[in-house]
């Protein structure tokens, strides 16, 4: 009886042995199928590509599953579907733009037209009293040798040499010569060009001429003695000279500058037009 017992106990013991062996072994295993699939799933299949393409598709096929359980898990795959309709959202967010962007230039197209046929209203509501003839200015010299502009109205349109030129602020220049479609005009900024002006408020009468480093400013010499000039005086043209008509504005006094000799005194006049910004202009036709 007791070896009987005994013998129970070796089997028992043994096959304890038996069974952690093998649970040591299966965990073994499993451990090696475990790194072996992280190795795979990390290994490029450029590199193994000498292997075989069976293989090659193995390990494809255990990558593309890892990737896509590693994405189920994490939500990724939702995240991808969201990258796509970002894509197409945003290719039609271009398409509006730029869209918005063509009608944005049509819109600036059209105030610019409107703001020319307002200023051409403007010029000829101001100057009732004289026949005349609207132009663009196309092309414009303002350096310091010749401060000139083209404008597109010729002799077809009734231009004519010496005919004054003006703006809405004021006083242009005058044209100096024409084509049959275009005409060029000398502005009172160039430093060839000369004209008598009035004082609005003492109305004494001075000669303006252009300054060669300056395209806003003329230069006012000769000025009598007995003349009372002030900073912030307006200028308009007297009339004297044959050339311009009297009464249109030049510019204003921006300073006085008083010597020993009360003869060689000067004035700097700011010009009443921005010639750099010029566009639009009627020649005076009577």
Request: cysteine-free; aromatic content about 6%.
């Amino acid at each position: 009886m007791n070896d009987l017992i005994k013998y129970k106990k070796k089997g028992m013991a043994s096959k304890m042995r038996k069974d952690k062996k093998n649970t040591i072994v299966g965990i073994i295993i499993t451990i090696l199928i475990l790194i072996f699939l992280v190795a795979v799933s990390n290994i490029k299949v450029d590199k193994i590509s000498q292997i075989g393409n069976p293989f090659t598709k193995f390990v494809n096929n255990i990558q593309n599953g890892m990737v896509y359980l590693k994405n189920r898990v994490a939500g990724n795959d939702q995240f991808f579907i969201n990258v796509d309709e970002m894509k197409q959202e945003n290719e039609n967010l271009k398409k509006e733009n730029s869209q918005l962007e063509q009608s944005l230039r049509e819109l600036e197209i059209l105030k610019a037209e409107n703001a020319t046929l307002r200023e051409y209203v403007n010029l000829t509501d101001k100057y009732t009293e004289y026949s005349t003839y609207p132009a663009y200015v196309i092309q414009t010299d303002i350096s310091n040798y010749s401060k000139t502009i083209i404008i597109n109205a010729g002799k077809k349109d009734g231009i004519d040499v010496n005919m004054t030129v003006i703006s809405d602020k004021g006083l242009v220049g005058h044209v100096i010569s024409v084509t049959d479609d275009t005409a060029k005009v000398q502005t009172i900024i160039d430093t060839s060009s000369t004209v008598t002006g009035t004082i609005s408020t003492t109305r004494d009468s001075i000669v303006a001429r252009g300054v060669i480093d300056s395209n806003k400013e003329l230069k006012a010499s000769f000025i009598p003695t007995e003349a009372n000039i002030l900073e912030g005086d307006m200028l308009e043209t007297s009339g004297i000279g044959g050339i311009y008509p009297k009464g249109i504005h030049i510019g204003t006094i921006k300073k006085v500058v008083n010597t020993k000799n009360i003869t060689n005194r000067y004035a700097l006049i700011e010009t009443a037009v921005d010639f750099g910004k010029l566009e639009t202009v009627l020649v005076i036709t009577n």
